[in-house]
C-alpha cells in the first residue's frame, strides 16, 4: 500500500484529488492539509511514502515544504 499526503490550499481541488487517489487498490491517502505548515506536521508526524503538494500555498509553499523535508 503506497501511503500518500496530499497538500493543496484549494479545497475542492484537495478533494477531488484524495477522493482520485482513494479509489486506487494499492494508493491510501493517509492526511490532506489546507497550508504548506499543515502539511510538514502531517508528514514528520505521518511519515508517507509519497507528498502530493500544490506549489503555491499560504504559510509555507510547496516548494519550501519540500526543501524542509529535504
Known sequence: MI???VAE?????LGALAALLDMEDDIEVVATAGD???A?????EIQPDV???DIEMP???GLELLQ???
Open 3 to 5: 501511503r500518500v499526503v
Open 9 to 13: 490550499d484549494q479545497g475542492m481541488v
Open 36 to 38: 504548506g505548515n499543515e
Open 40 to 44: 510538514l506536521a502531517e508528514i514528520l
Open 51 to 53: 507528498v502530493l503538494t
Open 59 to 61: 504559510g509555507m509553499t
Open 68 to 70: 524542509d523535508l529535504k
